[in-house]
T-cell receptor, first 116, second 114 residues
Framework: AQTVTQSQPEMSVQEAETVTLSCTYD???????LFWYKQPPSRQMILVIR??????QNATENRFSVNFQKAAKSFSLKISDSQLGDAAMYFC?????????????FGTGTSLTVIP | DVKVTQSSRYLVKRTGEKVFLECVQD?????MFWYRQDPGLGLRLIYF???????EKGDIPEGYSVSREKKERFSLILESASTNQTSMYLC?????????????FGNGTRLTVT
């Protein structure tokens, strides 16, 4: 099975500052997708950002961006200008790219606290 | 927007009971998934389904079964609930046609087995 590792169980950031959440993964595949999901205290998990492994350019969605290092198998999430609403659990996920039915593999999550 | 609806937010059941967790999605997604979420363990896949009447085991299927009689509905069944099945259960769905398709999650069901 694939493994996804989030080594930071908890992180905190001051409001308006920048924080980076780490994620590493283990795979022998060359074609895959990586995702960051956010789970606020209300519990519904929502997609934050997605990266295709074949794309060298790092994905960006407004204040959220990734640093994708394919050779290092690293996929970190950067949150700029942090807001109180960014407080949540963040999960990194991997999905093999060869079959749409292939399952997603999730990390154990990072709990982000935003300090006013 | 895709809506994935789980029938209960909170559920309390007794050991040995048969428990049904229901999930319905309204966007005609082919793929549906049941995950279990526990602190420090992340999300672990129980079962998934590519199509009606089709199911595949995930990483932790023991003690669970599923049913998908209609495309929009995917049910998780605990045949005989045990205390170690106390957990948060998340249902999700996704389109087929590309591995880039993200998961869309329901709000989750917090199950307590006493």
């Amino acid at each position: 099975a694939q493994t996804v590792t989030q080594s930071q169980p908890e992180m905190s950031v001051q409001e308006a500052e920048t924080v980076t959440l780490s994620c590493t993964y283990d795979t022998s595949e060359s074609d895959y997708y990586l995702f960051w999901y956010k789970q606020p205290p209300s519990r519904q998990m929502i997609l934050v950002i997605r990266q295709e492994a074949y794309k060298q350019q790092n994905a960006t969605e407004n204040r959220f961006s990734v640093n994708f290092q394919k050779a290092a198998k690293s996929f970190s999430l950067k949150i700029s200008d942090s807001q109180l609403g960014d407080a949540a659990m963040y999960f990194c996920a991997y999905r093999r790219g060869t079959n749409t039915g292939n399952q997603f593999y999730f990390g154990t999550g990072t709990s982000l606290t935003v300090i006013p | 927007d895709v809506k994935v609806t789980q029938s209960s937010r909170y559920l309390v059941k007794r050991t040995g009971e048969k428990v049904f967790l229901e999930c319905v999605q309204d966007m005609d997604h082919e793929n549906m998934f049941w995950y279990r979420q526990d602190p420090g363990l992340g999300l672990r896949l129980i079962y998934f389904s590519y199509d009606v009447k089709m199911k595949e085991k995930g990483d932790i299927p023991e003690g669970y079964s599923v049913s998908r009689e209609k495309k929009e509905r995917f049910s998780l069944i605990l045949e005989s609930a045990s205390t170690n099945q106390t957990s948060m259960y998340l249902c999700a769905s996704s389109l087929s046609g590309g591995a880039h398709s993200p998961l869309h999650f329901g709000n989750g069901t917090r199950l307590t087995v006493t």
